[in-house]
């Protein structure tokens, strides 16, 4: 069966340092994977997606950006994270052959302070 | 562009009785309409899927409706439970390989005894 890990659980961080996200998925092969980020009692908001590696596609301008240097790893990264970047982290995969229904690992809480 | 919203931030009802919740869309014509379950602090968890040619989907005592002429979906769940209490998203999606599917903000639901 497939899983999808993500680390830290949790996360707090001084203005103005780096940030680096790890989402990695087992299981499947060659899947669609999604960064989206979570305000409190909003949303999800799609940050980035990637079709394979190397393919990433930001829907957002931002401070942030994402890596897919394996075909089931996804990672967000920043070089200087702002207030704004608070928020709940959520990774996700689908399978391409598939009614894109989206599978979300366990979230990490970021707070910027 | 693109809307979709739920028109309820919050329901509350009493345990045993039907909650229905709202989901509609404009400016989009979705191949699948997706309905997830998120819980505090965690990630959504899929729970349903209706494509846009059928009307009505159900699993356990969760039904799903799908009126694409008039843009909105409705979600039941029956002999409703304090464990249903979570907060309830729709999606739409259009099933490329390469899509993207849009979340709407969700809807806080809270089952009472």
């Known amino acids: 069966s497939q899983t999808i890990h993500q680390w830290p659980a949790t996360l707090v961080q001084p203005v103005g340092s780096p940030l680096s996200l790890e989402c990695t998925v087992e299981?499947?092969?060659?899947?669609?994977l999604y960064w989206y980020r979570q305000a409190a009692g909003r949303g999800l908001q799609l940050l980035f997606y990637?079709?394979?590696?190397?393919?990433i596609s930001s829907e957002v301008p931002q401070n942030l950006s994402a890596s897919r240097p394996q075909d089931r790893q996804f990672i967000l990264s920043s070089k200087k994270l702002l207030l704004s970047d608070s928020g709940f982290y959520l990774c996700?995969?689908?399978?391409?052959?598939?009614?894109?229904?989206?599978?979300f690992g366990p979230g990490t809480r970021l707070t910027v302070l | 562009s693109q809307k979709i919203e739920q028109n309820s931030e919050a329901l509350n009802i009493q345990e045993g009785k039907t909650a229905t919740l709202t989901c509609n869309y404009t400016?989009?014509?979705?191949?699948?309409l997706q309905w997830y379950r998120q819980d505090p602090g965690r990630g959504p968890v899929f729970l349903l899927l209706?494509?846009?040619?059928?009307k009505e989907k159900r699993k356990e005592r969760l039904k799903v409706t799908f009126d694409t002429t008039l843009k909105q979906s409705l979600f039941h769940i029956t002999a409703s439970q304090p464990a249903d209490s979570a907060t309830y998203l729709c999606?739409?999606?259009?099933?490329?390989?390469?899509?993207?599917?849009?979340f709407g903000s969700g809807t806080r639901l809270s089952i009472r005894p």
């Open positions: 299981g499947t092969s060659n899947p669609n």
């Open positions: 999606a739409l999606a259009r099933g490329s390989s390469a899509s993207k599917i849009i």
């Open positions: 400016n989009y014509s979705p191949a699948y």
């Open positions: 990637s079709i394979g590696i190397d393919q």
């Open positions: 209706i494509r846009e040619n059928e």
């Open positions: 996700a995969w689908s399978n391409k052959a598939s009614t894109d229904t989206q599978y």
